[in-house]
């Protein structure tokens, strides 16, 4: 996860890694370049789509994905010096308990760990 301040928001908290799908860029190839550019690890391993969603479907057009991994390794290149965060490993215990105190930021990663631990508990 990534600790950050949003200025539009005027807050800090956590966040899963993420970003905005280049065009022609497939959801998937975009969360896994976004995850090695903002915490300097890849994704490998057998990923899939674990949820996708429309944040405000009445206000804005803004579709969602959040996938998983199996696994990560250290990427061969260095961090976005762009990118505002400071990734951490966190438990996913921590996650969930992140996400009912209300210190995600951004409905992606709430709707994220929200949607696994759902799946988890299934």
């Known amino acids: 996860m990534l600790r950050t301040h949003r200025h539009v928001v005027d807050r800090d908290g956590w966040e899963l890694p993420g970003g905005v799908v280049d065009p022609g860029e497939d959801p998937m190839a975009a969360a896994s370049r ?5 915490t ?3 994704p490998v391993g057998p990923g ?9 479907p009445g206000a804005a057009q803004a579709p ?3 996938h998983v991994w199996t696994g990560a390794v ?4 260095p961090l976005d010096p762009h990118e505002p965060g400071r990734a951490r490993w966190i438990p996913f215990a921590e996650a969930v308990r992140l996400a009912l105190a209300g210190e995600l930021l951004g409905a992606g990663s709430l709707v994220g760990v929200l ?8």
């Open 40 to 42: 300097g690890w890849r």
């Open 48 to 56: 899939r789509t674990l949820v996708a969603f429309e944040p405000l």
């Open 34 to 38: 976004e995850a090695a550019e903002e």
């Open 115 to 122: 949607a696994l631990q759902a799946e988890r508990t299934r």
């Open 74 to 77: 250290p990427g061969d290149l």
């Open 64 to 66: 969602m994905s959040v």
